[in-house]
């Protein structure tokens, strides 16, 4: 995936699709930055942090939480994904 950028993080999230497998996941946004399992439950996050500057909303932290079961998404959120990567 090369470098782990906001513009790589969007498009990947704008490509997930329930049912995905989780290496496709992986594929697309990279290795997350954090994982924990409970009750069959896997649960991936991917966070990326920028300063954006001070007048421009200063640190902007992007998060996506993936869910999967049997290795398969069954579930998605974003946090920040919206905010411009400008």
């Known amino acids: 995936m090369g470098i782990f950028t906001a513009s790589k993080m969007i498009d990947g999230y704008s490509k997930l699709k329930i049912g995905m497998e989780k290496q496709e996941v992986?594929?697309?946004l990279g290795e997350p930055t954090?994982?924990?399992n409970r009750n069959g439950v896997e649960t991936f996050t991917w966070?990326?942090?920028e300063f954006k500057g001070f007048l421009r909303g200063g640190n902007v932290v992007r998060t996506i939480i993936a869910?999967?079961?049997?290795g398969k998404l069954t579930g998605y959120d974003s946090e920040n994904m919206d905010k411009s990567v400008l």
């Open 34 to 36: 954090g994982m924990r």
């Open 47 to 49: 966070k990326h942090s």
């Open 67 to 70: 869910d999967f079961e049997d």
């Open 26 to 28: 992986i594929d697309l």
